[in-house]
Antibody, heavy 124, light 108 residues
Framework: QVQLVQTGAEVKKPGASVKVSCKAS????????MHWVRQAPGQGLEWMGR????????NYAQKFQGRVTMTRDTSISTVYMDLSRVRSDDTATYYC?????????????????WGQGTLVAVSS | SYVLTQPPSVSVAPGKTARITCGGD??????VHWYQQRPGQAPVVVIY???DRPSGIPERFSGSNSGNTATLTISRVEAGDEADYYC???????????FGGGTKLTVL
């Protein structure tokens, strides 16, 4: 079955970088966009951006431009989300979620499935 | 940027019908997806493309979308439906995904 498995929880100091991985199984990674969504404690869902695992092309939310980098390693069916210069308000659970086929023109499909989430805690 | 507005909370008695709204400018012209998120779990899609239901989601879940409001309807509500619900659309003008603020459904 289609499954996304993320790395475990991380604790980082302010100003550091954090890299979260998301390993896909049950389908071809390069066939579908992968999105990253975060959720601060007790808060709602916030879209961070997406990567086309086939081309490596990315599209980031304005809020994260300059701090986030999404990459992939197709040989191990894994995508990565790297967030730099983290602050206390970056403390959140970070999810990867599969989106549309990379072949469609409109990116309006739902996210399914989601990874289990990775808690990133930023504290001095 | 495109904004989706949801009520923070909705309460309903067991067996009754819950309606959760998602407001946005001409949202009827967009495809709306709904997610259920139980505490400590990842979101799960319960309605996609306005009104389609994934396999495994009970028929009690339905969706509609018109004008400036999309609605998730849960009929014959059960205690297990208690969760946070989020609407989501793709904003073609920015090529960004947008989530509503979420609605906490409480089963009385």
């Amino acid at each position: 079955q289609v499954q996304l498995v993320q790395t475990g929880a991380e604790v980082k100091k302010p100003g550091a970088s954090v890299k979260v991985s998301c390993k896909a199984s049950g389908y071809t990674l390069t066939g579908y966009y992968m999105h990253w969504v975060r959720q601060a404690p007790g808060q709602g869902l916030e879209w961070m951006g997406r990567i086309n695992p086939n081309s490596g092309g990315t599209n980031y939310a304005q809020k994260f431009q300059g701090r986030v980098t999404m990459t992939r390693d197709t040989s191990i069916s894994t995508v990565y989300m790297d967030l730099s210069r983290v602050r206390s308000d970056d403390t959140a659970t970070y999810y990867c979620a599969r989106g549309d086929s990379v072949l469609v023109l409109a990116a309006d499909n739902s996210f399914d499935p989601w990874g289990q989430g990775t808690l990133v805690a930023v504290s001095s | 940027s495109y904004v989706l507005t949801q009520p923070p909370s909705v309460s309903v008695a067991p067996g009754k019908t819950a309606r959760i709204t998602c407001g946005g400018d001409n949202i009827g012209g967009k495809s709306v997806h709904w997610y259920q998120q139980r505490p400590g779990q990842a979101p799960v899609v319960v309605i996609y493309f306005d009104s389609d239901r994934p396999s495994g989601i009970p028929e009690r879940f339905s969706g509609s979308n018109s004008g400036n409001t999309a609605t998730l309807t849960i009929s014959r509500v059960e205690a297990g439906d208690e969760a946070d619900y989020y609407c989501q659309v793709w904003d073609s003008s920015s090529d960004h995904q947008v989530f509503g603020g979420g609605t906490k459904l409480t089963v009385l």
